[in-house]
């Protein structure tokens, strides 16, 4: 325990520094957790927007860089918003499904859940160093004697979440491409996030992993992981909207995301925004793009 502490240690650090010199000032979750901007109850409320994600990091970075987006959106639409946090037995489809939250930051599985489910439309989609479109990484220690893809064959393997799509579509994907089924690896596990990933591996746990690819380059740029494989280039994740939220909204929170511009004019105040999955921004999104990988989701058995 006391190795696997260590190693988180060392992920943590990673987050609040980052790849670059430039960083948010840190947000004090005690202030950023009140009532006014972050919301853990189920109670329905009235005259406020309330915005889910998928878990990709530890919570509290989550957290702390999802906070300044709603501040801005506040500024810029004159609605209000909280950020909602799903309970670990919940999933966020199914709470744009109910109401409960009104948008949600979200990849390509828990999209393809609320639209089978509820038909959620997506109204934009993330921007990085690919334009719209983004990769997995599978990792290994540095140490490690395994060297592609193929020599996972009886290995272990540590996903993300059951619902991310960098943390186990992708990756599921990328072994299926290399004649590798669950049914090949020694044991697999979720770890439930990017980093709680990433820490499994390096602190020994498991022996692969595959994870989004900004924090595996990041790690592997200290030396910490080995990257294995990269993945084809899928659509990024993205901002979608909840049935029933009037249009007005809808498309008042879609042209200030247009407009967010988080490396010029919007970058003060973003917290450790280059680990986001909308590091440059946003873009227009469709339907069509996001249906992409419905048809290896149902193959794979994650739809």
């Excluded at 990673?14 to 430039?22: F, H, N, R, V």
């Excluded at 692969?208 to 595996?216: K, P």
Aim: hydrophobic letters at 40%; a neutral charge.
């Amino acid at each position: 325990m006391r190795k696997i502490a260590f190693f988180f240690l060392i992920i943590s650090g990673l987050l609040l520094t980052g790849c670059s010199s430039t960083i948010g000032p840190q947000i004090d979750l005690s202030s950023a957790s009140n009532p006014n901007i972050v919301d853990t109850s189920p109670v329905t409320r009235d005259n406020t927007y309330y915005l889910g994600f998928d878990r990709r990091l530890e919570i509290k970075e989550d957290v702390r860089m999802y906070v300044p987006l709603l501040r801005y959106l506040e500024r810029e639409t004159g609605y209000k918003f909280k950020l909602h946090i799903t309970p670990k037995n919940a999933s966020v489809a199914d709470e744009l499904g109910s109401g409960q939250v009104h948008f949600a930051a979200i990849g390509t599985v828990s999209f393809l859940q609320a639209y089978q489910k509820y038909k959620v439309l997506p109204i934009v989609r993330g921007v990085g160093d690919d334009d719209g479109y983004y990769r997995a990484v599978v990792i290994v220690r540095p140490d490690s004697e395994i060297k592609s893809l193929k020599d996972i064959k009886g290995r272990s393997f540590a996903f993300g979440a059951p619902n991310s799509t960098q943390g186990h579509l992708i990756p599921r994907i990328m072994l299926a491409n290399a004649g590798i089924n669950l049914a090949d690896l020694k044991s697999f596990g979720y770890m439930g996030s990017h980093s709680e990933t990433a820490n499994a591996v390096m602190s020994g746990q498991f022996e692969v992993g595959g994870i989004q690819d900004s924090l595996g380059k990041a790690l592997a740029g200290r030396g910490l992981v080995r990257i294995i494989g990269e993945s084809n280039l899928y659509p990024r994740s993205g901002i979608v909207a909840a049935p029933g939220v009037p249009p007005e909204v809808v498309d008042a929170v879609r042209k200030a995301l247009l407009r967010f511009d988080p490396v010029g004019k919007d970058k003060e105040g973003l917290y450790n925004w280059h680990l986001s999955e909308m590091p440059k921004g946003f873009a227009e999104s469709n339907l069509e793009e996001c249906l992409i990988l419905q048809k290896q989701a149902k193959d794979l058995g994650i739809l």
